[in-house]
């Protein structure tokens, strides 16, 4: 791996304008584009940057460039990926889904930036030290009530595990993995790839279920409530993939990581997901099926019954989440600040950024490669 620092920059700042945008660009999804995350704003410690990068033989590390340069940068590299029709990964930012890194399957090579106000060296901050510090304060904030919100989903859970039948749930699980797996072989070792698929950002709930399954011909849908075994029945799928050797695709959830959200098994094409709020899909094409754990597994009635403690608890956990997407939009405008006096890089340093960039990411091919 190899680290690429900031130079370059111009002698007078310039306002970059609105920085924070989804990535949207037009033709770029032509090829093979797969979209998510390996960081989350909750824990702040969670980072799954070694189970997507940590294989590759090349990986550059980009410290002390701004969003849009990143983005800008990766924007190339995307639109070179297209031009040689090669798959590519893009990985976004948990704070405002702009572009955070690359990778190329097919050459084993990746790029990460880190933005400079994530940064943990103060020398790189200290001339702007009021608009970092704010910005920095606001992420903290909205970490910590998100972390609030989360313990009222947490009193939702426990409503329902009183209420569940784990032996009917034992029983899907395994007719489940019976359905998918049977007694395949998958052609490698297992690997496991840990992910997110979104997370609380300053856009609301952004989330890359969508992209992610677009080109599965078999997608699970699960129906459920919290508490009622969805993350279980994940994780034991997973565990019989990996066990029979199919690499696995495994999505955390990005408020509380311990939990699962998604796995996705390409080789059999097939994927299985929590769907329900906030990223509630309904089956919309031949191969599309629900899992409903709740008709399944839990005592009927119990949405009746405790209706009214259920809604409160709801109320309570989205008022959090709005309070937490405020203050990220907070420090979304600290970081504007913050870059509207951070002198802009050069041209020719942008132009050669790209150029040596491009050069590691796309090595040209030897015929004994």
Request: hydrophobic letters at 35%.
């Amino acid at each position: 791996m190899e680290e690429i620092g900031c130079t370059g920059r111009r002698g007078s700042a310039q306002p970059d304008g609105r920085l924070f945008r989804r990535f949207r660009k037009e033709g770029m999804l032509l090829a093979s584009v797969l979209h998510y995350l390996v960081q989350s704003n909750v824990p702040r410690s969670v980072s799954y940057y070694d189970s997507n990068f940590g294989s590759l033989s090349d990986t550059v590390r980009l410290n002390g460039y701004s969003h849009k340069e990143l983005e800008q940068l990766f924007g190339n590299v995307c639109r070179e990926a297209q031009i040689r029709s090669t798959p590519v990964d893009v990985i976004h930012h948990c704070l405002d889904a702009s572009i955070q890194g690359v990778i190329l399957p097919e050459y084993s090579t990746g790029a990460f930036g880190v933005d400079i106000l994530d940064s943990q060296d103060p020398d790189r901050l200290k001339e702007f030290s009021s608009e970092a510090a704010a910005y920095r304060q606001h992420t903290e904030q909205a970490r910590e009530i998100l972390i609030r919100a989360r313990s009222f989903h947490d009193e939702e859970e426990a409503i329902y595990i009183r209420h569940m039948d784990f032996s009917a749930a034992d029983r899907l699980t395994r007719e489940t993995i019976h359905n998918l797996l049977a007694e395949k072989k998958g052609s490698g070792q297992g690997r496991e790839i840990h992910r997110f698929f979104g997370a609380a950002s300053i856009l609301g709930s952004i989330c890359y279920i969508p992209e992610l399954t677009e080109s599965l011909p078999r997608r699970y849908f699960i129906k459920g409530r919290p508490g009622t075994g969805k993350s279980t029945f994940l994780k034991k799928i997973a565990r019989a993939a990996h066990e029979r050797g199919f690499e696995t695709e495994i999505y955390h959830c990005s408020l509380e990581p311990n939990s699962l959200d998604m796995i996705v098994v390409r080789e059999l094409g097939f994927c299985v997901f929590d769907s329900t709020a906030p990223h509630e899909y309904f089956p919309s094409r031949p191969g599309d099926k629900i899992i409903d754990v709740y008709e399944s597994c839990v005592t009927p009635g119990t949405d009746e019954k405790y209706q009214q403690e259920l809604s409160r608890l709801e109320a309570q956990y989205k008022a959090l989440v709005k309070e937490a997407t405020s203050r990220l939009k907070e420090a979304s405008e600290d970081a504007d600040r913050f870059y509207a006096k951070l002198p802009p890089l050069e041209d020719t340093a942008q132009e050669n950024l790209t150029e040596s960039v491009l050069k590691r990411l796309f090595p040209v091919k030897t015929e004994n490669a």
